[in-house]
T-cell receptor, first 110, second 116 residues
């Protein structure tokens, strides 16, 4: 199966940390991605992690991968109003298509 | 601008009409992908090309849909006899054939189709 699931909505206060969670079902996934989509804009790749890694940090972003539970999370430190967007978890197997989750809408309250 | 471009950005059509969308990938990218995104959902894979060869098609791609990439550069997606259920954002992405399994795809802004 290739289902990628996310919670639909997350609301945080500016300056707090945001944690967006994702579960996937295909244990053959090689790379896992986080994309950001702002209104009227295309998808922007934020970060990715290879399946043999547990964690990756990139400035304010921290990705955690639990392969046993097929659970992926994205932590955004010091969340800003500009982080308000829809965040998609995605997986890829091999060279081909990317399978996206349903997206989590992040609302940052000033 | 050297990113992925799509044309038109918006298309409104009546049910039963044919529509065609164009995607221009990043110039050195040999892979090109089409996705469809409906409201409240993530993008769903439709098809992809390596150069001019169409290598995979999703079962979502019914007989009314056809995609081409005749010279291995730009691509077109045609929908014949459009139905209201075809209303969606159609996204194009491109990538380089990766040396590793990491296949970073760069997305265009999409074409929003509304079928009345």
């Amino acid at each position: 199966g290739e289902d990628v699931e996310q919670s639909l909505f997350l609301s945080v206060r500016e300056g707090d940390s945001s944690v967006i969670n994702c579960t996937y079902t295909d244990s053959s996934s090689t790379y896992l991605y986080w994309y950001k989509q702002e209104p009227g804009a295309g998808l922007q790749l934020l970060t990715y992690i290879f399946s043999n890694m547990d964690m990756k940090q990139d400035q304010r972003l921290t990705v955690l991968l639990n392969k046993k539970d097929k659970h992926l999370s994205l932590r955004i430190a010091d969340t800003q109003t500009g982080d308000s967007a829809i965040y998609f978890c995605a997986e890829t197997i091999g060279y081909q298509k990317v399978t996206f989750g349903t997206g989590t809408k992040l609302q940052v309250i000033p | 601008d050297t990113g992925v471009s799509q044309d038109p950005r918006h298309k409104i059509t009546k049910r039963g009409q044919n529509v065609t969308f164009r995607c221009d990938p990043i110039s050195e990218h040999n892979r090109l992908y089409w996705y469809r995104q409906t409201l409240g959902q993530g993008p769903e894979f439709l098809t992809y090309f390596q150069n001019e060869a169409q290598l995979e098609k999703s079962r979502l791609l019914s007989d009314r849909f056809s995609a081409e990439r005749p010279k291995g550069s730009f691509s077109t997606l045609e929908i014949q006899r459009t139905e209201q259920g075809d209303s969606a954002m159609y996204l194009c992405a491109s990538s380089l054939s990766p040396d590793s399994l990491h296949n970073e795809q760069f997305f265009g802004p999409g074409t929003r189709l509304t079928v009345l």
